[in-house]
């Protein structure tokens, strides 16, 4: 088919002309249909470039003159044909109505006009051949259906809406290929991948020719993240609790011989910085082979248990002996302390942050019910999991899952903090730093009472360098305590800051933060729908009325999807 302009001039958007010799052309110009085009003499245009345009009335008059509207043009192509490429609603109601064919084959690929609106990735045009009685599983002259061309020209909403209207998973092209089979051979990236595997096709099937798997095909393209992406979604748990295990043991054993090696009775430090060259150099290579670079997402986690493990030790081991026996709140402070952190940890660790969570036929329903709304796109809708996101809900691409009220993904609990664990994620950190507050405390008793030296009388440091050799493990959880109580201060303070004064979760701070930088405009981080000041913000966080000074809002932010104004006096419902 030749390509090249209308006749008609225009300042709007222009008609789409397809090159369809070539098998997997995509348009440039991907906008929906304007209005009229101003034209010299719009009576003069021919019906099919009236059609590209959108001129109803044009269009109507020469159909009502006699033009028939199944006749194809001397490129084989339908006047349905260029209204579904060009996205003319009104124009396809209207065909139909004087009796066009909705499967009408045409063009050099012999492609239907879903065809055609599929690779131009009209979803609407998509939602009204359907409606209409267009059959997808037609395939055209390369021996695709539409799911196969939604899947090669990456429209991530009309393969939702294509597989929610019944379209199999697993359809096969004229090779035998199912779309997992093109998506590893032909797609840009991960996600295309991953939009698939949502909806549990087959793993196992082959195509006709070569008799492949899409594991096979992946491996044939060189697609390195595909192959990890089909592994992953056959593997055993089993597996991925054995990695966990191998982390977690890895830095138990490596924060010891760290603390081992800096013990030793030797004074050497030069020998004492080899062999601790040699213990990383170990460890680098027992992760990179049997953990897998992929598991080192669980290191900070690792590592936050192995400190408050070894920290445990040395209170227990080194600092509670030296502690009397009257002294007995310090010593129920600090198991409080110890079991309080533990228990908030398991908490945030083990509890639902907010997944949004709908059963098959649900997200199949939100799919067809927002596509044929016109809503179905990226703001409204996750291609990832294949929900309808709520307000401040945001895809974690850690844990794949949207997450209600979504604060942030936890480096060091290694799960997502939403609107279900947030609580429990600030009293760890509230107990995280009381923890290590009292181990530094534990360290200076410990110094005092075995190191000789002292600061006023030796100077900083020559008293720095004789408690380190006095006691190099001491030293050495002291300074791991230090760290953790540092961040996790720092941390609970913004935590707090964000949720008091500014009503507001550590994403969305960011994100306007972002925009106040690159906006022209001022970005306020006080002024948002979410803060209603300080105490309010408090009760409606802690669920609590402040000896009844305040009534909470009663908001359920997994189905909450409309911006709304919250009020004092009232509870707001969900949506």
């Known amino acids: 088919m030749a390509g090249g302009g209308p006749a008609c001039k225009s300042h709007c958007h222009g008609p789409h002309r397809p090159h369809v010799h070539g098998s997997h052309s995509v348009h440039e110009d991907k906008g929906l249909p304007g209005p009229y085009p101003i034209a010299e003499d719009p009576s003069t245009c021919d019906i099919v470039k009236a059609t590209q345009y959108g001129m109803l009335e044009r269009c109507k008059e020469l159909v009502e003159a006699g033009y028939d509207v199944r006749q194809p043009d001397k490129e084989n192509v339908t006047l349905l044909h260029w209204a579904a490429i060009n996205n003319r609603q009104e124009l396809v109601k209207y065909y139909l109505s ?80 199912t779309p997992l089979m093109l998506t590893v051979q032909k797609a840009f990236g991960p996600e295309p991948m991953k939009f698939l595997l949502k909806f549990n096709p087959s793993l196992n099937a082959v195509d006709n020719v070569q008799k492949n798997t899409a594991l096979h095909w992946a491996i044939a393209s060189g697609n390195t993240s595909a192959v990890d992406l089909l592994l992953e979604a056959g593997a055993s748990l089993d597996i991925k609790n054995v990695k966990l295990f191998l982390v977690l043991a890895s830095s138990l054993t490596f924060m010891w011989a760290i603390g081992y090696i800096m013990d030793l009775s030797s004074d050497s430090w030069l020998l004492k910085g080899g062999l601790l060259l040699s213990l990383l150099f170990v460890m680098s290579l027992f992760v990179r082979q049997l953990v897998g670079l992929k598991n080192l997402r669980y290191l900070p986690t690792a590592f936050l248990l192995s400190s408050v493990f070894w920290m445990s030790m040395t209170w227990f081991f080194w600092f509670l002996p030296d502690t009397t026996h009257t002294n007995v709140i310090l010593k129920i402070t600090v198991v409080f302390s110890l079991m309080g952190l533990l228990y908030y940890f398991y908490k945030t660790w083990s509890t639902d942050p907010g997944y949004i969570k709908t059963s098959e036929e649900e997200r199949k329903e939100n799919i067809i019910a927002l596509a044929e709304t016109g809503c179905l796109d990226f703001r409204t809708f996750c291609t990832s999991c294949l929900v309808r996101k709520p307000l401040r809900s945001v895809h974690c691409l850690a844990c794949q899952a949207c997450v209600a009220r979504y604060d942030q993904h936890s480096l060091w609990t290694g799960q997502c903090v939403g609107i279900g664990n947030h609580y429990y994620y600030l009293l760890f950190l509230f107990f995280l730093t009381m923890t290590g507050v009292w181990l ?36 050495y959880i002291s300074s791991v305590a230090c760290f953790h109580t540092l961040w996790a201060s720092l941390w609970l303070t913004v935590q707090l800051y964000q949720i008091v004064f500014l009503g507001l979760t550590s994403h969305e701070r960011m994100n306007l933060l972002v925009q ?54 009232k509870n707001v419902h969900s949506v």
């Open 516 to 569: 106040r930088k690159s906006s022209k405009h001022p970005v306020s981080l006080w002024r948002t729908p979410y803060n209603l000041g300080c105490f309010q913000n408090l009760a409606d966080f802690f669920q609590c009325s402040c000896f009844g000074m305040f009534k909470p809002n009663l908001i359920d932010w997994t189905k909450q999807y409309k911006l709304f104004h919250l009020s004092k006096e």
């Open 98 to 177: 004087k009796g066009a064919v909705v499967d009408q084959l045409g063009g050099d690929l012999n492609s239907t006009p879903l065809h055609w609106a599929t690779r131009q990735g009209h979803l609407p045009m998509v939602v009204l051949l359907l409606k209409c009685g267009a059959d997808p599983s037609l395939i055209d002259g390369e021996g695709f259906s539409s799911i196969h061309l939604a899947v090669l020209f990456q429209h991530m909403p009309i393969i939702a809406y294509l597989i929610a209207k019944g379209q199999n998973i697993d359809t096969t092209d004229f090779n035998g290929q």
């Open 440 to 475: 530094l405390y534990g360290t200076l008793q410990y110094w005092s009472n075995h190191c000789a030296a002292n600061f006023h009388q030796d100077g900083a440091w020559t008293y720095f360098t004789q408690t380190v050799s006095c006691s190099p493990w001491v030293s």
